[in-house]
């Protein structure tokens, strides 16, 4: 493989900014089609981020025979059907975050791709690759906070809907298509990172539930993870607090300080003694690149898979627990 072709299916607000423009700033890799059922929002797409190709059909895309890599960027509900025919057509692929609604779905994707022992699978856990979140795992491994004791997420905030439109549009609070609410969407990106930075777990649990009973989905979720390596993590996620409560937060507590930041910010603070430092990070333009460079040279022979699918099933697995699907 020179140059990973890509095709995009569901090129919607995710792959405006954040990924879809960063497939042909990475050396060899090149945007070539994309696809949405909408065609006239498709054909947009196309010509405002200059791609050659587009279609309103996945099979036509998938027809497509200068294409040898799919990114899936739609609803969750959707990633298992699409991945899995992406496989039994060629392709490598890349999948959105969370991989699927749930793990019994992820594991249909592994089992798949173990019929094409040639064809390589990553998942979008896209924050490993960011500077700041690598800059934590740094600090972590060079003890610089000491043994590891305690890590709390906390992770509220406010309701945003104002119409039953913008409700109805909301694919992340319908549990058939999100496979939860806000905490399916959010959580992802916090957990595997507690999984990068802490490894394999050793058990976990929680519950959710349904407190202002505005959404289809639960709104609360709590849970627990005692991670083999010794370390104790409790995370809180409310969707339903007031404005002024609103909160994005991870508290890493070491034996001789400790290391806080947020999941959607852009600083790290890290505490030892009497001394505190403050680092301020520039995110990339497209958040999802760095992570597209290391796929890309994964898909190309090049470098290891910067996130599989057996990884996407652990973290599922504590989705699932954490939200009693399991």
Not at 6 to 14: A, F, H, Q, R
Not at 117 to 143: C, D, I, S, W
Not at 171 to 180: K, N, Q
Not at 203 to 212: D, E, I, M, R, V
């Amino acid at each position: 493989m020179t140059t990973v072709n890509w095709g995009i299916i569901g090129c919607g607000n995710v792959t405006e900014r954040k990924s879809g423009p960063a497939f042909n700033k990475v050396p060899n890799s090149k945007l070539v089609a994309v696809m949405r059922r909408d065609a006239a929002k498709a054909a947009d797409y196309a010509k405002r981020h200059g791609v050659g190709k587009w279609y309103d059909d996945t099979a036509k895309l998938m027809a497509d025979t200068e294409l040898n890599a799919i990114y899936i960027a739609t609803p969750p509900a959707s990633h298992a059907p699409y991945a899995i025919e992406a496989l039994e057509k060629g392709f490598n692929v890349y999948v959105e975050k969370p991989v699927t609604r749930n793990a019994a779905e992820a594991r249909q994707i592994a089992e798949e791709l173990k019929k094409y022992p040639g064809q390589k699978l990553t998942v979008a856990h896209y924050r490993r690759g960011l500077p700041m979140f690598l800059k934590v795992k740094e600090l972590l491994e060079n003890k610089v906070i000491g043994d590891i004791r305690s890590v709390q997420i906390r992770m509220w905030k406010c309701r945003t809907h104002n119409s039953e439109e913008e409700l109805a549009a909301d694919w992340r609070v319908h549990p058939e298509l999100s496979g939860g609410g806000y905490f399916h969407d959010l959580a992802p990106h916090q957990l595997d990172l507690m999984l990068f930075y802490f490894g394999e777990p050793e058990k976990y649990s929680g519950f959710s539930l349904n407190q202002a009973k505005d959404t289809p989905a639960d709104d609360t979720v709590q849970g627990q993870i005692l991670f083999k390596s010794g370390v104790a993590l409790s995370g809180s996620w409310c969707f339903s607090v007031a404005e002024s409560e609103s909160t994005d937060l991870c508290e890493i507590i070491g034996s001789h300080g400790k290391i806080t930041f947020p999941f959607f910010g852009n600083f790290i603070t890290y505490k030892t003694g009497d001394e505190e430092q403050t680092l301020t990070f520039v995110h990339p333009e497209h958040i999802q690149q760095p992570m597209i460079t290391k796929i890309v040279s994964y898909f190309r022979g090049e470098g290891p898979n910067p996130c599989s699918i057996d990884e996407a099933i652990v973290l599922m697995d504590i989705l699932d627990a954490f939200t009693g699907q399991s």
